[in-house]
């Protein structure tokens, strides 16, 4: 199956801001719910964007239940504004780098992420398979009217009638853990402890988008050298780097040592580093999940961006303006 230039860099991921004050500060948030407004304000970046109301996400509701996070994490969000939608809508859709940096500035603004002690946390902290959750969340917030649904038609698995579909934060479908991934998963590292007899336990964490732009620009370096990238160490790099390393400026070098190391001094545990990348795997399914109209199962199609996600923002209707 082939995949486009935009589900490539989801996969390696203006209409007014709504008025926020039109919706409850009071409202607990319960599973299935957008969440709270956050009221407070200790930011001291811009007097105007410390007035924005961002809105609390419901952590339950987050691909994996936001497992891989520690606990004490606070997730908000906030509508788009209007140069941060145009700023989207210059996304060229055939090039996947210009996705994925689009997808991240949205981010680096409309997301603020805060630790148990109420201390801002990095966006890049954000795991790889959660950025288009949160871009599809961020455009639900900006876009409330049923009118700018993002929808397209697909015709049942099951009975074959044709459906309209919402592409939305909440029909998107993560990739089902493996046994082996539920059984070493540890909530006290949020990650996974693998315990082996020869190497100790391993602690693995999936890709973020801090360790993903190290991959980026360390094969960007080897590109342009000329130099022959490995195959085996780009599917097992994020296993070779986690929070005791990631933050040096030589971590990919370091990776790579690494890498080389046991791969001519110790086959088993490359073999054992390989299995763990095919078992471990998390993420989002390249389908979203939608009930059919007509046979009332449920049903899956692929994710698509009608007019290119770089109208992620831009009303399908907007044409009728025009006079």
Known sequence: MNIDPEMEALEHMTPTAPTMEEISEDVTPSPMSLGKIDTRHSFNIDERLNQLKYIEV?????????????????????????????????IDNEDPMSVHEGINDLLKTCLRIENEDGAVVSYRNLYE????????????LTMQNTETKLEFNTNCEHC??????????????????????KKYFSPDHNAFVVR???YGDLILQPSTIHRAEILKEWMQEQLSKKNTI?????????????????????????????????????TKKVALYLKLADELQVGLSQEIKYTCQSCGREAHTGIRFPDGISNLFIPADISEELL
């Open 160 to 181: 074959g009638e044709k459906n309209s579909v919402v592409l939305s934060y909440d029909t998107l479908v993560t990739l089902e853990l493996s046994d082996i991934a």
């Open 58 to 90: 419901n952590r339950e509701i987050m691909p994996y239940g936001s497992m891989f996070y520690p606990s004490g994490w606070v997730f908000k969000c906030r509508a788009a504004m209007g140069a941060e939608v145009a700023n989207f809508s210059t």
């Open 230 to 266: 490995d195959k085996s160490f780009i599917k097992m790099y994020w296993m070779l780097l986690n929070n005791s390393n990631d933050k040096g400026k030589n971590a990919m070098r370091d990776a790579q040592t690494e890498f080389l190391k046991i791969s001519t001094s110790d």
């Open 129 to 140: 398979f959660d950025r288009l959750w949160f871009v599809l969340f961020i455009r639900d």
């Open 196 to 198: 082996t007899k020869s």
